[in-house]
């Protein structure tokens, strides 16, 4: 039985606990993907939770990249990219940032997993379920 194929577009907080949760319940393999200019923390991030898997019980694998190449054939993709709110911003600041952000996450998606389920984490989360 082949086993479900997780992308998690977003190396951050949320998801690398999101990656972090899914590989521990072995709900999948999971591809954690992360913008070119952080390269090192997808693939840190991935090593840490596969070092992990022996003390947490898990035989998930995941893997770090940049590429959307790597998420290919994925069954679900949870996007919790975008920015944080900073202190000043307005929610329509937010919008317009994390707007463009989803929507090119989406592009990408539709392109290399375009029967995957997709999970949308971002925020404003109501505005950007409607751009995913």
């Known amino acids: 039985m082949r086993r479900a194929k997780i992308t998690i577009v977003g190396a951050g907080n949320v998801g690398a606990t999101t990656a972090h949760w899914c590989a521990a319940a072995e709900l999948g393999d999971i591809v954690l ?3 070119p200019a952080t390269e090192d923390m997808p693939k840190g991030k991935a090593l840490d939770l596969m070092q992990s898997s022996p003390i947490m019980g898990f035989d998930s694998n995941v893997v ?4 959307y190449e790597a998420t290919a054939g994925s069954d ?3 996007i919790t990219a975008g920015l944080p709110r900073k202190p000043g911003m307005s ?3 937010l919008l317009a940032t994390n707007a463009k952000i ?3 996450v989406s592009e990408q998606v539709k392109t290399h997993s375009p029967n995957a389920v997709v999970i949308v984490v971002s925020n404003p989360l109501d505005a950007m379920v409607q751009r995913a």
Not at 64 to 67: A, H, N, V, Y
């Open 102 to 104: 989803v929507t090119a």
């Open 91 to 93: 929610r329509d600041d």
């Open 64 to 67: 770090g990249t940049t590429s």
């Open 33 to 35: 993907l992360d913008i």
């Open 76 to 78: 679900v993709v949870v």
